[in-house]
């Protein structure tokens, strides 16, 4: 939460600017004040996104799908205008922390609480779904905990149930061959971009009652396919869950949608909550009164920033690629790409099993017959951030710290494209690396994603020298494969340090966190990652763009079109 700034907006439709409660990679949340001196959340996309038709025609379902929704449960829609040269979205603005703050900051729920909030949510979910709407994207940091219960929030990627979305001409993405949502709260037809029904929300709802109990959903993996791949085959863990709720939250996360009870069969099950005073533990408390706290400094003129308790917002993107601002490239494509703040991955990775984990390093070296490698980089996925002082949710990309554009394409341009991982043999032979032939710690080539990673050896004591790894997404256009390659990048390199002057690829950091080599480039280009670690002293950084960049050239280019 902080001042807007000299050069931001003082008003947004009839609305007074008060500050900023929240800014991402596509837009941002304004604190606002009405005519009346009503408060209200004002949800504004960035302008170079409201140039973008898919954008602007998604930000409009937006609009229509939250004027659709009472007040009760969500935040209400005071007033819209999705075809200003800047379109902008004016909610009710709802005080308190989300779900997912609150357990961050002050731990898991106790069942008295989750008991409230199962009613709540259930109560929220009859009130969307009877307006005819399904949330698709329920988790902890769309859930506010307010003082009179709970609001759902961000109907940004809401659809119409199957028979209206054909009435209205709504092809829906799912069509597409695009999963959009957040991975560890997905019912197990949506990660597999299967057709939804409400029973979708509901399996959300489950999840979530099991991370207000142990912290996390039941389902979170170390990577995002692994995750996907347990919401729609394995049987979660409840032993956390109280008996007296654990049988209701086995029903919400059946496989099957049409085992699970409806929002009204929720509420029967769970009973009548009891009234209290205080709907939630002390710390919403505590939040709430440092959040009104910063709101008043905010309009009295002082100082706001980090007086609301709330998750660390990314940094905004600089400006897009012309590949990321792009529209579609096929009619296979004909509504929006995917967000970055949104989990996005071709449907057909989604039945599929994680590529299989790398053995931690071994203490001693691996011998000739069987070699270890190292363990590869763990993985940091993008994810929507609560605005927990708004009654909207902002959509955010990836932080981009670190990251930053070496070669710039021109208007128009296409992006590097890549068919394949090389195997190791073949892209050895072009790496400058000397030591025993390189170990083929693993390859993996599936419609979505290709991956390699090699190892190289000191000849006699067998130590390790480099690894060299290459990842490519594929299975969609050109430009829609380099965007989702551009996301996990930016998200990556946030937590290094910038790799300037290169003077190849679309952007490079060096990894600094939990490295097991001396130094570590990244490196992007188009739809491609090279990631190389060395395990040297003098020159490493030298010889790491030396090798990343022959590793770029290593990868097969797709063929001209």
Same mark, same amino acid.
């Given at each position: 939460?902080? $001042?807007?700034?000299?050069?931001?907006?003082? $008003?947004?439709? !009839?609305?007074?600017?008060?500050?900023?409660?929240?800014?991402?990679?596509?837009?941002?949340? /304004?604190?606002?004040?009405?005519?009346?001196?009503?408060?209200?959340?004002?949800?504004?996309?960035?302008?170079?996104?409201?140039?973008?038709? %898919?954008?602007?025609?998604?930000?409009? #379902?937006?609009?229509?799908?939250?004027?659709?929704? @009472?007040?009760?449960?969500?935040?209400?829609?005071?007033?819209?205008?999705?075809?200003?040269?800047?379109?902008?979205?004016?909610?009710?603005?709802?005080?308190?922390?989300?779900?997912?703050?609150?357990?961050?900051?002050?731990?898991?729920?106790?069942?008295?609480?989750?008991?409230?909030?199962?009613?709540?949510?259930?109560?929220?979910?009859?009130?969307?779904?009877?307006?005819?709407?399904?949330?698709?994207?329920?988790?902890?940091?769309?859930?506010?905990?307010?003082?009179?219960?709970?609001?759902?929030?961000?109907?940004?990627?809401?659809?119409?149930?199957?028979?209206?979305?054909?009435?209205?001409?709504?092809?829906?993405?799912?069509?597409?061959?695009?999963?959009?949502?957040?991975?560890?709260?997905?019912?197990?037809?949506?990660?597999?971009?299967?057709?939804?029904?409400?029973?979708?929300?509901?399996?959300?709802?489950? @999840?979530?009652?099991?991370?207000?109990?142990?912290?996390?959903?039941?389902?979170?993996?170390?990577?995002?396919?692994?995750?996907?791949?347990?919401?729609? $085959?394995?049987?979660?863990?409840?032993?956390?869950?109280?008996?007296?709720? #654990?049988?209701?939250?086995?029903?919400?996360?059946?496989?099957?949608?049409?085992?699970?009870?409806?929002?009204?069969?929720?509420?029967?099950?769970?009973? !009548?909550?009891?009234?209290?005073?205080?709907?939630?533990?002390?710390?919403?408390?505590?939040?709430?009164?440092?959040?009104?706290?910063?709101?008043?400094?905010? /309009?009295?003129?002082?100082?706001?920033?980090?007086?609301? !308790?709330?998750?660390?917002?990314?940094?905004?993107?600089?400006?897009?690629?012309?590949?990321?601002?792009?529209?579609?490239? @096929?009619?296979?494509?004909?509504? +929006?790409?995917?967000?970055?703040?949104?989990?996005?991955?071709?449907?057909?990775?989604?039945?599929?099993?994680?590529?299989?984990? +790398?053995?931690?390093? !071994?203490?001693?070296?691996?011998?000739?017959?069987?070699?270890?490698?190292?363990?590869?980089?763990?993985?940091?996925?993008?994810?929507?951030?609560?605005?927990?002082?708004?009654?909207?949710?902002?959509?955010?990309?990836?932080?981009?710290?670190?990251?930053?554009?070496?070669?710039?394409?021109?208007?128009?341009?296409?992006?590097?494209?890549?068919?394949?991982?090389?195997?190791?043999?073949?892209? @050895?032979?072009?790496?400058?690396?000397?030591?025993?032939?390189?170990?083929?710690?693993?390859?993996?080539?599936?419609?979505?994603?290709?991956?390699?990673?090699?190892?190289?050896?000191?000849?006699?004591?067998?130590?390790?020298?480099?690894?060299?790894?290459?990842?490519?997404?594929?299975?969609? %256009?050109?430009?829609?494969?380099?965007?989702?390659?551009?996301?996990?990048?930016?998200?990556?390199?946030?937590?290094?340090?910038?790799? &300037?002057?290169?003077?190849?690829?679309? %952007?490079?950091?060096? #990894?600094?966190?939990?490295?097991?080599?001396?130094?570590?480039?990244?490196?992007? $280009?188009? &739809? /491609?990652?090279?990631?190389?670690?060395?395990?040297?002293?003098?020159?490493?950084?030298?010889?790491?763009?030396?090798?990343?960049?022959?590793?770029?050239?290593?990868?097969?280019?797709?063929?001209?079109?």
């Amino acid at each position: 939460m902080k $001042h807007v700034g000299p050069d931001g907006p003082t $008003h947004v439709g !009839p609305f007074k600017v008060a500050g900023v409660l929240g800014q991402g990679g596509m837009g941002r949340v /304004l604190l606002c004040a009405g005519p009346d001196g009503r408060l209200v959340a004002v949800k504004q996309v960035l302008a170079h996104f409201a140039d973008d038709a %898919g954008f602007r025609a998604r930000f409009r #379902r937006e609009v229509a799908a939250s004027r659709k929704v @009472s007040g009760a449960y969500t935040a209400a829609v005071m007033d819209a205008d999705p075809d200003a040269p800047t379109p902008w979205l004016a909610s009710v603005f709802v005080a308190g922390p989300s779900l997912g703050a609150v357990v961050k900051a002050d731990g898991v729920l106790d069942e008295a609480a989750v008991h409230r909030l199962a009613a709540g949510l259930a109560s929220a979910l009859a009130e969307i779904h009877r307006a005819g709407l399904i949330h698709r994207d329920l988790k902890p940091d769309n859930v506010l905990l307010t003082e009179d219960g709970v609001r759902v929030i961000d109907l940004g990627i809401a659809r119409v149930t199957e028979g209206e979305a054909e009435a209205e001409g709504d092809t829906g993405l799912t069509r597409t061959g695009w999963v959009i949502g957040s991975p560890s709260f997905m019912s197990p037809e949506q990660a597999e971009s299967k057709p939804l029904t409400p029973a979708s929300d509901v399996f959300s709802l489950g @999840s979530m009652l099991v991370m207000a109990f142990t912290g996390s959903s039941p389902f979170a993996g170390a990577s995002t396919l692994r995750t996907l791949y347990d919401v729609v $085959h394995s049987t979660p863990d409840l032993s956390a869950v109280p008996v007296g709720l #654990r049988g209701i939250v086995e029903r919400c996360l059946a496989k099957d949608p049409a085992a699970r009870p409806t929002p009204a069969e929720l509420l029967e099950l769970l009973g !009548p909550v009891a009234p209290a005073g205080r709907q939630w533990p002390a710390a919403v408390d505590r939040m709430l009164a440092d959040q009104r706290a910063a709101i008043d400094r905010l /309009l009295s003129g002082g100082a706001a920033v980090g007086a609301v !308790p709330q998750e660390s917002l990314p940094e905004p993107e600089p400006e897009p690629e012309p590949e990321a601002a792009a529209g579609p490239e @096929s009619e296979s494509e004909s509504e +929006v790409a995917p967000a970055p703040d949104e989990v996005v991955e071709r449907a057909a990775e989604r039945a599929e099993p994680a590529p299989p984990a +790398v053995p931690p390093r !071994p203490t001693s070296p691996p011998t000739e017959s069987s070699p270890t490698p190292p363990p590869a980089p763990p993985r940091r996925r993008s994810r929507t951030v609560a605005l927990v002082a708004a009654g909207v949710l902002v959509a955010t990309g990836a932080g981009v710290g670190a990251y930053t554009t070496l070669d710039r394409k021109t208007e128009g341009a296409d992006p590097a494209a890549y068919s394949d991982a090389p195997a190791c043999p073949e892209a @050895s032979r072009n790496i400058p690396l000397t030591g025993r032939d390189p170990q083929e710690d693993f390859h993996s080539a599936k419609d979505f994603e290709a991956k390699t990673m090699c190892s190289w050896y000191e000849p006699v004591s067998d130590k390790w020298i480099a690894m060299v790894r290459w990842e490519v997404k594929r299975g969609g %256009g050109d430009s829609a494969n380099a965007r989702l390659q551009q996301t996990e990048f930016a998200t990556d390199a946030a937590a290094g340090k910038r790799a &300037n002057g290169l003077g190849f690829g679309d %952007g490079a950091y060096w #990894r600094t966190v939990d490295t097991e080599w001396t130094c570590e480039l990244a490196v992007r $280009h188009g &739809n /491609l990652i090279v990631k190389v670690g060395l395990a040297q002293t003098g020159g490493c950084e030298q010889k790491a763009k030396e090798v990343a960049k022959a590793a770029l050239a290593a990868a097969p280019a797709k063929k001209s079109r």
